[in-house]
């Protein structure tokens, strides 16, 4: 069978649907362009880089309006090392973890094989929901939530847990493009190369004093901490705007574009709406179609930024994506291990309605080519 052409009007300006890493702007790509030399190449330890990390915790601080005794945290290794930094300087002896799919199972499964650490309690869910907010069990000192499971396309609404414990929200995926009131989370942490747009490499934390304390106190423990992993040397770089190791200063140059994009455009309600309006629209198509419909059940756990649209079996979702991606429309499979007949696809805010819009238009045409 000839791989059918997408006629051009049809195609979205942009092509890029990937859940991470996703679309990065040409703007954001000629920030890095245009500091080729002024910061590019230049020490992380003196001053241009310094104040760079600096605008991109301001920026941060006030696109999530942080309060003034937050602090923004940056290290290296992205989402997947801050879990190994959580196991070690985070938890005191127990945690419990909610798990959607994926991404919030591996960070329990790395706590769970850590030895100075309890077992932790999963409050396991099916893919596809999320599970309702209860307290935290007495003996937990800390509770993992997931903002955005990235593999299923839930979200989960942040509110502390009654019982005390640390909250610790994975918001890799979620952060930028939804809601949350930093009251209800101690550490909320996310890799730049999804809501805001950059590369892969870093790790932002949003940290409250409760989340700064545990740090110190298990700093001042005897537990072994690789230094790599180790709060709070984290903690003394970020308030020198500096990390411990070498950072990508062209993955900083580009969040710092991206969140400076987002301030002017109305800040994080603004990207809530917007997103708000990109779901709307793909949910909508998906539930308007007799071989579409959305994945997750339940509409208000159905994510702002991660669409997941299951397709009936007269269609082959690896069809589909295979005629989208000869078309220059990438990235738009569902997530491997979840094994569905499903198309998955980022909305995050350097995403445009138009190209969502543009991209249902495409899927359009291919199944009816297809059937
Ligand atoms: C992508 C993702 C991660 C992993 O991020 P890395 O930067 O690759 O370590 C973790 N959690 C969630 C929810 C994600 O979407």
């Not at 650490?117 to 937990?140: A, F, H, I, Q, Y």
């Not at 005897?222 to 950072?247: A, E, G, W």
């Not at 990207?271 to 949910?283: E, F, G, I, S, T």
């Not at 079996?313 to 569905?340: C, F, M, P």
């Amino acid at each position: 069978m000839a791989t059918p052409t997408i006629p051009d009007d049809l195609l979205p300006e942009d092509g890029r649907f990937g859940c991470g890493p996703t679309k990065v702007t040409q703007a954001a790509a000629q920030a890095v362009a245009d500091h080729w030399q002024d910061l590019l190449g230049t020490s992380h330890r003196q001053a241009p880089v310094k104040d760079l990390v600096g605008r991109l915790q301001d920026g941060m601080a006030d696109l999530f309006q942080l309060p003034d005794d937050y602090e923004v945290l940056l290290a290296n290794g992205g989402a997947t090392a801050f879990w190994d930094m959580a196991a070690f300087g985070l938890i005191e002896q127990r945690s419990q973890h909610h798990v959607l799919g994926e991404f919030s199972s591996k960070f329990a499964k790395g706590v769970a094989a850590a030895p100075w650490l309890e077992d932790p309690v999963l409050v396991d869910v099916p893919v596809g929901t999320r599970p309702l907010l209860g307290p935290t069990p007495d003996d937990c000192d800390a509770v993992a939530l997931v903002h955005n499971e990235t593999s299923t396309g839930v979200m989960q609404d942040i509110q502390r847990p009654d019982g005390g414990a640390l909250v610790m929200v994975d918001a890799t995926s979620g952060a930028g493009g939804l809601p949350v009131d930093p009251s209800q989370f101690d550490v909320y942490y996310f890799s730049l190369q999804k809501g805001f747009a950059s590369d892969g490499g870093l790790v932002l934390a949003l940290a409250s004093p409760a989340a700064i304390d545990r740090i110190e106190r298990i700093g001042a423990s005897d537990r072994y901490v690789p230094p790599f992993y180790d709060l709070p040397t984290v903690v003394s770089n970020s308030r020198k705007r500096q990390t411990y190791n070498t950072p990508a200063v062209a993955t900083i140059l580009m969040a710092v574009h991206q969140v400076e994009t987002m301030l002017e455009a109305g800040g994080l309600d603004a990207a809530v709406a917007d997103c708000r309006a990109k779901a709307d629209h793909l949910y909508g198509w998906a539930e308007e179609r007799d071989w579409a419909t959305p994945f997750v059940a339940d509409p208000d756990a159905r994510s702002l930024v991660v669409g997941t649209i299951d397709l009936d079996e007269s269609v082959q979702a690896d069809d589909v994506t295979a005629i989208l991606r000869s078309n220059g429309v990438v990235d738009s499979e569902s997530y491997r291990k979840l094994g569905r007949n499903q198309l998955r696809v980022g909305m995050f805010p350097a995403i445009t309605l138009a190209d969502v819009q543009a991209y249902t238009a495409c899927v359009d045409h291919v199944v009816e080519h297809l059937l």
